[in-house]
């Protein structure tokens, strides 16, 4: 089993940036695939961004693709999501996960499920 822990949400302008990162503890950092999920109040959990085991395939949804980047230091056992230019659409609860042998293409299409491993979430508020 793998525990993460989210950090780096608050309070931005729209249009400013912020870094979230996503510690993880446990088993092998390595051995998982990584993504980023966001919860606006009242809405469904959606996916926003993952990343392979290596760190070399990278997916993102399409409303966020060109501003976000997300990386992982495997050293560190460390993943993250650097948002820039954010909207206030994009205010929300940004929540880690991790996932255990997963394909190319589960990856790219990551539904949330409850067998996955999941942070407690940091809260993102971009005003406008």
């Known amino acids: 089993q793998v525990q993460l822990v989210e950090s780096g949400g608050g309070p931005v302008q729209d249009g400013g940036s912020l870094k979230l990162s996503c510690a993880a503890s446990?088993?092998?950092?390595?051995?998982?695939?990584m993504g980023w999920f966001r919860q606006a109040s009242g809405k469904a959990r959606e996916f926003v961004a993952a990343?392979?085991?290596?760190?070399?395939?990278?997916y993102f949804t399409d409303s966020v693709k060109g501003r976000f980047i997300i990386s992982r230091d495997n050293d560190k056992n460390a993943m993250y999501l650097q948002m820039n230019s954010l909207k206030p659409e994009d205010t929300a609860v940004y929540y880690c996960?991790?996932?255990?042998?997963?394909?190319?293409?589960?990856?790219?299409?990551?539904?949330?499920?409850?067998?996955?491993?999941w942070g407690q979430g940091t809260q993102v508020t971009v005003s406008s």
């Open positions: 996960a991790a996932r255990f042998r997963t394909s190319a293409l589960q990856l790219s299409l990551w539904v949330p499920s409850p067998s996955n491993y």
């Open positions: 990343i392979s085991r290596s760190g070399s395939s990278t």
């Open positions: 446990g088993d092998t950092f390595s051995a998982y695939n």
